[in-house]
Every structure is written in structure tokens, then in C-alpha cells.
């Protein structure tokens, strides 16, 4: 993980900086190269090479990630050599995973779970990819997965479908199938999602099955459909099927914001669903058979004999949960079943008369209530703000006051982010909080400047240059206002004097020892040079190279970037010490700084002159996610470029 920390700088002589000046419209410097015809075998040549290279890569879980992007790159141009090397990053993931487990249990003495998150990082990880381009092959992988205690779960699961289990929890298998369609899910892939999801149904009805249902419903309607009514059509075939089932599986129809059951004591449970569609989203319904399966198959539920319960405890619970899921239900079944709504009325008032009257006006006064309340139209701040207001010594105040000036940058809420900055008494946390949210502001320029800003460039450049930030984020600063100048068709000279002063704060970041985040700021100066100065970006990209070489144990993948403020320190894993004292750790987006995106882009400019820059990386990791990014870079210009694209 990048990680780097304020500190104080010294300010070094100024280096003039000279670099080929561009003028508003095309971009010149370099010519921009035409790709050529062997393009395309180059790029699935470069491929096979990196895979092949991360064959010897000491650190397993890198040999099995490099292995399998290198397969998910190249399946659609030779999908059978992309299946035997996600075949050998299958066989580096298992290795790769015990031996985590194996160092877990030689440190603890005790045995680990096989199935801990931990000790399943890289089979997940190729599974996810494997499972986006060949079912059969994830199916094999899924099948090696397995494990003793996954049989025994899913045994307990079937066994407490009777009412112990409300919200009936998924066997082990089964939740690491619908987590891998719901990462196809998030990539569009929904076909692919409902075949993988689909062997679920065996399981019965879930609510994490009648989630992802509600979630690809959004996505692909059709799909959803299918899926739903093969869970309606296994839960009529199910003895064991209970009021809490008929919840779960009404949500979809009447309630897509909410799950609600009832647990054994009675009480309601509620579940809030997070859907992936935009706010605006518009509802479509279900189909008639769909929403014709659910009825059929819920009043066979609610108007069924009562089971013998063994006392009257068990007894009362089942009451308590027909009542309550007929009550909800019966207006729904009026307007859409009404053919059962004589009997199911009859139902309910016998169910209530078993009921004392406090607990059915309870019950009753919740049947309406289809969704939870939302903070969405409230204080964003509001539970900070109520603790503050409890809060009667100064550490606590200041610990509130820092969560909620994190939390109000977080959201782009500068001013109220400044006001609870600006309150602390710890006069280091005040400080390590504003600059945080100085930083916050600098990584947000590009997306807040909009085109009706544009015109006050120069109040941005006064920004940047007075923040009392560290050289990395200036440098950021800068550089975005290079690319927006650019954009704006400033003059040359100003789009020059802005990069050069982004690369002199880059040079001074860290008085040019190797660390991340000199790194990171060499490759957002070089991204907005590939923009607004090519000729300017490649040695930049030099300039890249050789601070990434310098740096230890640097990888290039890292997603977040973390930021202390302690000042004095290198930027890399707090000391015992600071952690003692309570050091806020801030972290930004990094991607920004990732390595495969600066050579994707340099790929596009010229692919040969960006792999002579990949090839020219020390380690083995780095030059595979630079050489991987090139070869995409390679494959989607020449596709770009194809007639009809």
C-alpha cells in the first residue's frame, strides 16, 4: 500500500525545467504513432512473456495475480492457451493460500479456519476472474473449493429452515457463488451472473439470494425474473416453507427497499437493501407469472394446517409470524390474488384471536411499514453532532471533532470539514486534520472545476501554490491545472510554466530518496505531461522509472493511499510509538497513482517506447503490471482503430 507522510520541507534551489512547448489543439512533440498491423500479435505475444515470466515469481500471491490477468487479457483473442494459464494461477492461488494458513498456524500454534477470508485471498481472486470468462472452468474451481464443513453447514442451513434460522444464512459454498456473480453483476456481466448464481436456488429461500435477486433486477429485468421464479418454484415444493420464506420472498413484489422476518422470539427483524442503481432509478415490475408464482405459492404457505408445535411457546411464535406475514401481505393479495383474500381474512382473525390485544395492535401497526426511515434528506453530521454535544472532556471532543472533519471531507463538506478542524484543541491533530482536508481539496480539483470555473485559473493556481501541503500534493495540484490551462487553450508558455513548476515540486518530494510517495507524484506530473506535452511526458516517464526502482518493496497495484501527517516522518508503516499516541492514519484514492494506468497511457502514445520503460523496471512485479498494461493499451487502440469501432 502507498503510504506517505506530511512533513516539514526545505526549500531547495530552484531547477529550470525546460520542456517542448504545446500549443492549443493537436498535441505535437512526438508524432502520434499508427499502430501496426502485427499490433495485435505483439500484445498477445507480450502477454504470454509476462505470464510466463510470473511462472518464477517468488511471491506466490503475485504469481497467481499476474498469472490470471494475463488469461482474462488475453481470452478473447486465444481463449484456449487463456485457460491453461489461468489453470497454473489456479494451482499458485492454492499454494499461495496455504501457505498463508500454514504461517497463520505456525504463529498461533492453534488451527485456522480454512474457510477465513484471509486464507482464500487468491482463489477468490483468479475464481472472479475465471468465472467472467469460462462457467465450466469456475464450476471445476468452485468444486475444489468445497470443503467438509461446507456439507456440514449447508446440512444445519436445510435442518433450521423450519423458523430457526429467519434469515437463512447461505452454506459456505453458497455464499462464495453469489459473491462471484455479484462481482459479474458489477461488471455488466448478468447472463453470466444468473448462471452462476443459479445452483443457489438449491439452497432455498435466503436473504442474501433475495438481495442479489433485488440487485440484478435493477440491472436486467429478465434475468431477475427467471431467477425468482426458479426460488418460488423450489419453495413450493418445500415442506418446510414458513411464514418468514413468504417474507422474504414478497420483498421483490411489495417492498424492494427492505427484508423483514420475524425471529423465534417473534420479534421483527428488518434488512435495508443498498441497490446499485442510481438514485432515480425507475421501478419495473415483475412479471405477472412471477408475481402469479409468488401468490399461489404464498397462500398454499399461509392458509396450510398448523404444524404441531412441541409447546406452547413454539406455538405462539408461529401465530405471531402468520399473523403478522398474512396481515402485511392480505392488502396485496386484494388487489393481485383476490381470490384468496376471503380465506386469508378468516385466517388472520383467527390468528389474532390467539394473540393478546397489546401484541396484535404491535404487530399490526407494523404491517404497513414497506421501507425504513432514511438519513438521506437529514444532517449528514447528525451522529457526530449529537456526540459532541454529550461529550464533557477535551480528548473526547477532539476525538469526535477529528471523525467528523475526516467525515465532512470525506463528503467534499469543506467548510463544516474546516469549522470541526478548526475546534480541536490538540494542536498536532488540528493540524494533521486541516492538511488533511487541504489534500482532500487538491485530490477534487479536477472533478469541481468545472467548465464555469475555467476562467479563474489563476485563483486555482494561488491555491495550490499558498496550501500547506507537502511537495507530492502540490505537485497533483499543479499538474491538474497544466491539463485544465490545456484545456482552456491558455497560452503555451502558461501550460509550460504550470508542468514545470508540478515537476520541480515532484523532484523535491522526499529530497529525492526513493520512497512511494515520490513515486506517486512523478506519475500524475507525467499522466498530465502525456496530456499537454508529450515529448515532455516520456522523460518524465524516465524520471518514473527511476523512482520506482529506488523505491523498496514497491508493486504498483496499490488501491488506497494512505496519509499520516506526523511530521518527520518517511512515509512508510508507523512506528510503535506513533501508534501509542494515537496518530490519525487518513487514505486517499490511489488510483490516481497506479503504475498500469500511467503506462497505459504512455502505451497509446508510442507502445514500443513505453515497453523499453516497463523493460527498464528492476522488479519483477512492477515491470508485470506495466507489461500487462501495454498490452491491453495495444489490443483496445487497434480495436479502436478497426472499421465500424
Avoid at 342 to 370: K, P
Wanted: net charge negative.
Amino acid at each position: 500500500m502507498l503510504k506517505f507522510r506530511l512533513k516539514h520541507y526545505c526549500l531547495l534551489s530552484f531547477l529550470t525545467l525546460g520542456f517542448i512547448i504545446i500549443p492549443a489543439g493537436p498535441i505535437f512533440g512526438q508524432p502520434k504513432e499508427q499502430p501496426r498491423e502485427d499490433r495485435p500479435a505483439q500484445a498477445v505475444q507480450l502477454l504470454v512473456e509476462t505470464a510466463d515470466r510470473a511462472r518464477e515469481f517468488e511471491d506466490l500471491l503475485y504469481r497467481a495475480r499476474i498469472q490470471s490477468l494475463a488469461a482474462d487479457t488475453l481470452w478473447p483473442y486465444e481463449p484456449e492457451r487463456a485457460r491453461g494459464i489461468f489453470r497454473r494461477a489456479w494451482e499458485a492461488a492454492v499454494a499461495s493460500d496455504k501457505d498463508e494458513r500454514d504461517a497463520d498456524e505456525a504463529e498461533s500454534g492453534l488451527p485456522s479456519d480454512p474457510n477465513a477470508a484471509q486464507f482464500m485471498e487468491a482463489r477468490r481472486e483468479v475464481l472472479k476472474r475465471v468465472s467472467a470468462r469460462d462457467a465450466a472452468l469456475a464450476e471445476l474451481f468452485l468444486k475444489e473449493l468445497k470443503t467438509g464443513k461446507d456439507d456440514e453447514r449447508g446440512a444445519v442451513n436445510q435442518q433450521s429452515s423450519s423458523g430457526r434460522a429467519p434469515w437463512r444464512e447461505l452454506s459456505e459454498g453458497g455464499a462464495r457463488r453469489l459473491a462471484l456473480a455479484a462481482d459479474l453483476l458489477n461488471q455488466g456481466a448478468s447472463e453470466k451472473a444468473f448462471q452462476l448464481a443459479a445452483p443457489v436456488v438449491n439452497e432455498g429461500v435466503s436473504a442474501g439470494l433475495v438481495l442479489f435477486i433485488i440487485q440484478m433486477h435493477e440491472q436486467d429485468v429478465a434475468a431477475a425474473d427467471a431467477l425468482y421464479r426458479l426460488l418460488v418454484e423450489r419453495s413450493r415444493h418445500d415442506a418446510r416453507a414458513d411464514a418468514n420464506a413468504v417474507l422474504l420472498l414478497s420483498a421483490p413484489l411489495i417492498s424492494p427497499d427492505t427484508l423483514v422476518v420475524l425471529d423465534e422470539r417473534g420479534s421483527l427483524q428488518y434488512r435495508p437493501v443498498v441497490h446499485r442503481a442510481a438514485a432515480k432509478r425507475t421501478p419495473v415490475a415483475f412479471s405477472q407469472g412471477a408475481r402469479d408464482a409468488f401468490y399461489n405459492f404464498a397462500a398454499s404457505v399461509l392458509l396450510r394446517a398448523r404444524t404441531n408445535a412441541p409447546n406452547d411457546a413454539g406455538r405462539k411464535s408461529e401465530a405471531v409470524a402468520l399473523y403478522f406475514a398474512t396481515g402485511r401481505l392480505l392488502p396485496f393479495f386484494e388487489r393481485e390474488a383476490a381470490q384468496y383474500a376471503t380465506e386469508l381474512r378468516a385466517r388472520l382473525q383467527g390468528l389474532g384471536n390467539e394473540l393478546d390485544a397489546t401484541r396484535r395492535s404491535q404487530l399490526s401497526n407494523q404491517m404497513e411499514a414497506l421501507s425504513l426511515p432514511t438519513e438521506r434528506h437529514g444532517d449528514p453530521l447528525g451522529s457526530e453532532t449529537d456526540q459532541l454535544s454529550r461529550a464533557h472532556d477535551a480528548a473526547t471532543r477532539d476525538a469526535i471533532l477529528l471523525k467528523m472533519a475526516t467525515k465532512a471531507a470525506r463528503q467534499r463538506l469543506w467548510d463544516r470539514a474546516r469549522r470541526a478542524a478548526a475546534e480541536i484543541e490538540n494542536v498536532n491533530q488540528r493540524a494533521e486534520v486541516q492538511t488533511f482536508i487541504v489534500v482532500s481539496q487538491i485530490a477534487d480539483i479536477t472533478r469541481a472545476y468545472t467548465e464555469d470555473k475555467e476562467s479563474d485559473l489563476e485563483g486555482l493556481e494561488r491555491f495550490v501554490n499558498n496550501a500547506d501541503v507537502p511537495h507530492f500534493a502540490k505537485a497533483w495540484g499543479l499538474a491538474q491545472a497544466a491539463t485544465i490551462a490545456a484545456r482552456r487553450k491558455k497560452d503555451a508558455q502558461s501550460v509550460v510554466q504550470l508542468l514545470n513548476e508540478a515537476e520541480h515540486e515532484a523532484a523535491l518530494m522526499d529530497q529525492g530518496r526513493g520512497t512511494r510517495q515520490r513515486v506517486a507524484a512523478y506519475v500524475v506530473v507525467t499522466e498530465a505531461a502525456a496530456q499537454v506535452a508529450q515529448a515532455r511526458a516520456w522523460e518524465l516517464l524516465a524520471e518514473t522509472v527511476e523512482a520506482i526502482n529506488a523505491t523498496e518493496d514497491y508493486n504498483g497495484d496499490e488501491e488506497s493511499l494512505e496519509l499520516s501527517t506526523r511530521e518527520g516522518s518517511t512515509g512508510e508503516a508507523a512506528t510503535a510509538a506513533e501508534v501509542t499516541e494515537g496518530a490519525e492514519r487518513f487514505s486517499l484514492d490511489a488510483g490516481m497513482f497506479r503504475l498500469d494506468k500511467i503506462f497505459a497511457t504512455m502505451a497509446q502514445l508510442d507502445f514500443d517506447k513505453a515497453l523499453m520503460n516497463a523493460r527498464a523496471l528492476k522488479g519483477e512485479v512492477p515491470q508485470a503490471f506495466a507489461s500487462l498494461a501495454i498490452a491491453r493499451a495495444g489490443m483496445e487502440q487497434n480495436r479502436s482503430q478497426e472499421p465500424g469501432a
